[in-house]
């Protein structure tokens, strides 16, 4: 079982920043895709960024250049540096870890941190 607890979120201006962090409870080292979600109201549940244990990043094309992950194996955390923030980014963020084992594929969910960016 992963454990995923997300921080960072709050009220930012249009154009100002935010780093979300996503701590899990276990190593993630092994952990095939470290991923960041959001949900705006009325509105499914995106893919904002991806992360693999290869290095391979993915980026939605509304917030690619303006978003960064990043996995820190050490402190069992995922980073999303969001940068030049407009109000169509306020929603629900999620972090989400993908993990391939032996017995299948299993996803595990954080609870959500809400990012509003508004003037």
């Known amino acids: 079982q992963v454990q995923l607890v997300e921080s960072g979120g709050g009220l930012v201006q249009p154009g100002g920043s935010l780093r979300l962090s996503c701590a899990a409870s276990v190593n993630i080292f092994s952990i095939n895709a470290m991923r960041w979600f959001r949900q705006a109201p009325g509105k499914q549940r995106e893919l904002v960024a991806s992360a693999t244990t290869g290095g391979i990043m993915y980026y939605a094309d509304s917030v690619r250049g303006r978003f960064t992950i990043s996995r820190d194996n050490a402190r069992k955390t995922v980073y999303l540096q969001m940068n030049s923030l407009k109000p169509e980014d306020t929603a629900v963020y999620y972090c989400?870890?993908?993990?391939?084992?032996?017995?299948?594929?299993?996803?595990?969910w954080g609870q959500g941190t809400q990012v509003t960016v508004s003037s």
């Open positions: 989400n870890a993908f993990y391939i084992g032996s017995a299948g594929s299993r996803e595990y």
